[in-house]
């Protein structure tokens, strides 16, 4: 009953979405064997996997065993529920015990992950997956933002202070390449939020 709610209340979402964004400019076209797989894909979708796209899951590039418990709940959300989407996170890990205060920062501190089990990781469940997996990460300041080994650049203030478009289009280019080479389809970054208000410490030096 609650998965039969969750998926109606998910299509209402999307409809509700659908028609706030059916406004925007069209996208770029797709070629004719692009336009044929997505027509014939979705005459074979049922709504549960129609449901499921709308979906995302995240992952840790932690070294995960595959008869662990954590493999198969993520496998079983792509095989079963048929989810859309899968975001990378670096890792976490519990807060050791000997701290003063434990509750410091939540019940687990955050640590940077391994970008070849990001990528093995993601190639099982875009296996598992009957319909191709979004793979997203946050690459703001590079891919080593997140993974370890990957290269780590000024925040996004820093390259709008160059006054070079140019110095932006190339990081852009060099994080798309190490996002593609694990795995990842899509980088939410560079973030376009416009720093309004310079006591904001969220958006702060992160926007250009």
Excluded at 30 to 39: F, G, M, N, P, T
Aim: glycine share 8%; net charge positive.
């Amino acid at each position: 009953m609650k998965i039969r709610l969750c998926s109606f209340l998910c299509v209402v979402v999307g409809l509700a979405l659908g028609s706030v964004m059916s406004a925007a400019p069209p996208g770029p076209a797709l070629d004719k064997l692009a336009e044929k797989w997505v027509r014939d894909t979705l005459k074979t979708m049922t709504l549960d996997e129609k449901v499921g796209q709308l979906i995302a899951t995240s992952i840790d590039a932690a070294y995960t065993s595959t008869d662990s418990e954590i493999y198969e709940k993520k496998l079983r959300l792509v095989r079963d529920f048929h989810v859309g989407a899968v975001h990378v996170f670096g890792g976490s890990e519990p807060i050791p015990q000997a701290l003063l205060n434990p509750s410091y920062g939540g019940s687990s501190i955050s640590r940077k992950g391994d970008p070849f089990v990001a990528a093995s990781f993601f190639n099982h469940l875009q296996q598992a997956a009957r319909i191709p997996l979004l793979t997203t990460a946050d690459f703001e300041g590079g891919s080593a933002y997140i993974l370890n080994g990957g290269t780590r650049l000024p925040r996004a203030m820093a390259i709008g202070a160059t006054r070079d478009p140019q110095l932006a289009y190339k990081a852009g280019k060099l994080v798309a390449g190490e996002a593609r080479a694990v795995g990842v389809t899509i980088d939410f970054y560079p973030v376009v939020d416009v720093n309004n208000n310079p006591r904001n410490p969220i958006i702060n030096i992160r926007s250009f």
